[in-house]
């Protein structure tokens, strides 16, 4: 397999969809290792993610044609280790020039600076946070100025956020196509 031209290679590359399969094939050879990471455009993460910065820029600067980015701390415990911060957003939009989608859940320590860092993301297109208590008006705001070509936004459970400025620049200069906010209401009991 080492004598195929690297075209034929990244062509055979391109047709393996499953992960797991992209992962092994990966350590086959070096040369695979290489190509894969070339031609790898997605990549999804959970709760094993170490977000120190130097695992951080070792991982984007291994995949350097990420378009789509998913970040998912459903079910972390501080035993797995700190979580992505505004630090690690920092890492991701300066080593992910190509990045379009960007998928953050349960990451409950990236507020309104990480968000300001996602700005310089001129081609991100959709933002989708789930469960992200401390991103607040203030952030998103910054998002949808930096971020021209932003079509699709998802807001969910983020708690700090209203309504406000930023969903009148969005309505006046944006060109969002779908648009969900969603905040989970706590049942509240009353007593008279």
């Known amino acids: 397999m080492e004598d195929l031209p690297e075209p ?11 992960t797991s399969d992209l992962n092994s094939l990966s350590l086959v050879s070096k040369q ?5 990471a070339e031609h790898r ?5 959970g709760c ?22 998913e970040i998912n701390y459903s079910g ?13 957003l920092r890492v991701l939009s300066s080593h992910c020039p190509l990045l379009s989608e960007l998928a953050l859940s349960f990451c409950s320590y990236i507020g ?3 968000l300001g860092y996602l700005a310089d993301c001129k081609k991100l297109r ?6 992200a208590p401390a991103v607040t008006s203030t952030g998103i ?31 006046r200069y944006g060109s969002l196509g779908e648009l969900v906010v969603r905040i989970a209401m706590e049942s509240a009991s009353m007593t008279s």
């Open 141 to 171: 705001f910054r998002v949808a100025v930096g971020c021209r070509y932003l079509s699709v936004l998802h807001l969910v459970d983020c708690t700090a956020v209203d309504i406000g400025e930023w969903l009148e620049y969005l309505g």
């Open 76 to 88: 972390w415990k501080p035993s797995n280790g700190d979580q992505l911060n505004n630090q690690g």
């Open 32 to 36: 695979l290792c290489t190509v894969e």
């Open 41 to 45: 455009d997605a990549i999804r993460v």
């Open 112 to 114: 309104d600076s990480g």
């Open 126 to 131: 959709s933002l989708r946070l789930n469960c």
């Open 8 to 18: 034929l290679l990244a062509e055979i590359v391109k047709r393996i969809t499953k």
């Open 48 to 69: 094993g993610l170490n977000p120190s910065t130097e695992a951080l820029v070792s991982l984007f600067s291994r995949f350097l044609n990420l378009a789509k980015v």
